[in-house]
């Protein structure tokens, strides 16, 4: 059974930039879609990004693009997330996902995921 372990949350300040990362064991994850996702206090959790198998294709929340920048080094099993121009609003607990079945190419929708991570607080503050 994959399992993922985020890293990288912390506080930051308004305007600044912090990189997250998903470590993954228990199986490989070159085919399966990743994605990052996001909850804050009293809401649902919101699509953020997704990477395709190779990393060749990228998608974004409409909140984040041009600010966010998701990868992966499948050598390494590990998901990244470059966040930069933070907002308050951005703050918010963190979750990598997988799709370890290999169903997708990538994917935007939470169920669609059936590997998540315990998650990281990212807190973005004046």
């Known amino acids: 059974q994959v399992q993922l372990v985020e890293s990288g949350g912390g506080l930051v300040q308004i305007g600044g930039s912090l990189r997250l990362s998903c470590a993954a064991s228990g199986g490989t994850l070159s085919r399966s879609a990743m994605g990052w996702f996001r909850q804050a206090p009293g809401k649902e959790r919101e699509f953020v990004a997704t990477?395709?198998?190779?990393?060749?294709?990228?998608y974004y929340g409409d909140s984040v693009k041009g600010r966010f920048a998701a990868s992966r080094d499948n050598a390494k099993n590990t998901l990244y997330l470059d966040m930069s121009s933070l907002k308050p609003e951005d703050t918010a607990v963190y979750y990598c996902a997988a799709d370890a079945s290999g169903t997708y190419f990538y994917s935007m929708r939470v169920s669609e995921y059936d590997s998540w991570g315990q998650g990281t607080q990212v807190t973005v503050s004046s």
């Open positions: 990477i395709t198998w190779g990393g060749g294709m990228t």
